[in-house]
Nanobody, 115 residues
Framework: QVQLVESGGGLVQPGGSLRLSCAAS????????MGWYRQAPGKQRELVAA???????NYVNSVKGRFTISRDNAKNTVYLQMNSLKPEDTAVYYCTVGVRGTNYWGKGTLVTVSS
């Protein structure tokens, strides 16, 4: 059974940094494309960053140059490095992976950017 567990969220001041982690069990991340989504209060969930099995990355325009998605195959973990954080980055962040037509989600980790 595929399980994803996010961690690393918290409260950070504007301009600060956080690194989110998504640890997987029941699936080998390197075989599949995966992504980080976020959902802010009152807003729809949006794709923030994606990483293909081949190593290609894609980012929503609002985080380009500030966020970096990466993968540690040995740890079966995907990361989202977030720099120069802004209040509008405040959201619950989720990782997801699609395996044979099924999308699996973690429970999310809350990121709050506030002074």
């Amino acid at each position: 059974q595929v399980q994803l567990v996010e961690s690393g969220g918290g409260l950070v001041q504007p301009g600060g940094s956080l690194r989110l982690s998504c640890a997987a069990s029941g699936v080998i991340f390197s075989f599949y494309s995966m992504g980080w989504y976020r959902q802010a209060p009152g807003k729809q969930r949006e794709l923030v960053a994606a990483l293909t099995s081949g190593g290609n990355t894609n980012y929503v325009n609002s985080v380009k140059g500030r966020f970096t998605i990466s993968r540690d195959n040995a740890k079966n973990t995907v990361y989202l490095q977030m720099n120069s954080l802004k209040p509008e980055d405040t959201a619950v962040y989720y990782c997801t992976v699609g395996v044979r037509g099924t999308n699996y989600w973690g429970k999310g980790t809350l990121v709050t950017v506030s002074s």
